[in-house]
Nanobody, 115 residues
């Protein structure tokens, strides 16, 4: 069974940067959209950013201008570069791979931004 493995979370001060990575445990096909979501304590999971196979991106308003999503199709890996982090960015971040017959979630990686 394919698993998504995330890395890169941690503790950072406000204004700092982190880079999250998410890759599949083995090669898979049929992925059309890769994305990052987050869930803060007591809140619902929300979209952070998406990227299509063609490289088109979509960002949540809160991420626009500070976060950059990218992907390596050959490696089935998606990245999230997060700059100018704020305490309100504190959450568990999940990656997601979608396709016509595919839907996978990572286990989540905790990002904590201190003020």
């Amino acid at each position: 069974q394919v698993q998504l493995v995330e890395s890169g979370g941690g503790l950072v001060q406000a204004g700092g940067s982190l880079r999250l990575s998410c890759g599949a445990s083995r090669s898979i096909g049929g992925i059309t959209v890769m994305g990052w979501y987050r869930q803060a304590p007591g809140k619902q999971r929300e979209l952070v950013a998406l990227i299509t196979t063609a490289g088109r991106t979509n960002y949540a308003e809160s991420a626009q201008g500070r976060f950059t999503i990218s992907r390596d199709n050959a490696k089935n890996t998606v990245y999230l570069q997060m700059n100018s982090l704020k305490p309100e960015d504190t959450a568990v971040y999940y990656c997601n791979f979608k396709g016509p017959i595919l839907g996978l979630w990572g286990q989540g990686t905790l990002v904590t931004v201190s003020s």
